[in-house]
């Protein structure tokens, strides 16, 4: 069983930069696809950006895209989220995802929660003057 731990949360004002980390335990990770998603109390889970086994192919949530990039680093099974322009809005509970077995990405699929496995704890995203 693949696990996941994320870092890289805390708080920052409105337009501020933070880069999460997402640490996988196994050197299979590079054969999974992986994704980031969201949550605030009180409300559903957001999937928030997609990325292939390559790293080659990416995916965004609209209220991201060209503030938020995801990357990986197979070579150190790390996931990344750099996250730019922050609003208050981003402030949330930010989880990597590991995609099952035999998943391949594409712009449809990727935002179902059911087509990922495995979560890790999450970390906090705060975004406040």
């Known amino acids: 069983q693949v696990q996941l731990v994320e870092s890289g949360g805390g708080l920052v004002q409105p337009g501020g930069s933070l880069r999460l980390s997402c640490a996988g335990s196994r050197a299979s990770f590079r054969t999974y696809v992986m994704a980031w998603f969201r949550q605030a109390p009180g409300k559903e889970r957001e999937s928030v950006a997609g990325i292939s086994q390559n790293g080659l192919s990416t995916y965004y949530a609209d209220s991201v895209k060209g503030r938020l990039v995801i990357s990986r680093d197979n070579a150190k099974n790390t996931l990344y989220l750099q996250m730019n322009s922050l609003k208050p809005e981003d402030t949330e509970l930010y989880y990597c995802?590991?995609?099952?077995?035999?998943?391949?990405?594409?712009?449809?699929?990727?935002?179902?929660?059911?087509?990922?496995?495995?979560w890790g704890q999450g970390t906090q995203v705060t975004v406040s003057s």
């Open positions: 995802a590991k995609g099952r077995a035999g998943f391949w990405i594409s712009t449809t699929n990727w935002p179902s929660g059911e087509r990922y496995d495995a």
